[in-house]
């Protein structure tokens, strides 16, 4: 991953919404939201080789994959419901931001769910 775009992009990016935001108020939080996306997906592809890697390497030690792709997907959850809450919070709707964060711990939740449910039967296996 190479840091020095990435930080780059979001400095002039930062200007340019200060800039903005003094004349065209509406302008600066399209600017905000255009960067914050364009930065979020470069961030995204960034990750995709990394998480490759590493779920070819469980794969050739033989781990089961459910636990991995659980976390890589509550990963993508968490990312997506912190930029979301973020651009609302940019948007000055802090009420907003705060319910799009308990959506995500919702669906985090709701996506743990199986994997608890296999370890509550492999304690109940133990236990027999």
Do not use: N, W
């Not at 794969?59 to 997506?80: I, P």
Request: aromatic share 8%.
């Amino acid at each position: 991953m190479a840091l020095l775009p990435v930080v780059g992009a979001a400095l002039v990016a930062s200007v340019l919404v200060l800039l903005l935001r003094a004349h065209r108020p509406e302008y600066a939080l399209l600017t905000a939201a255009a960067a914050g996306l364009f930065l979020f997906f470069r961030l995204l592809d960034d990750l995709l080789a990394p998480l490759l890697e590493l779920r070819e390497m469980l794969c050739d030690a033989g781990v089961e994959l459910s636990c991995f792709t659980v976390a890589c997907k509550a990963l993508g959850v968490c990312y997506l419901a912190q930029f979301v809450a973020d651009l609302c919070r940019d948007f000055g709707q802090t009420s907003l931001a705060g319910r799009v964060e308990l959506a995500g711990k919702c669906a985090v939740l709701a996506l743990s769910l199986p994997l608890l449910r296999q370890l509550l039967e492999l304690s109940i296996s133990f236990l027999r």
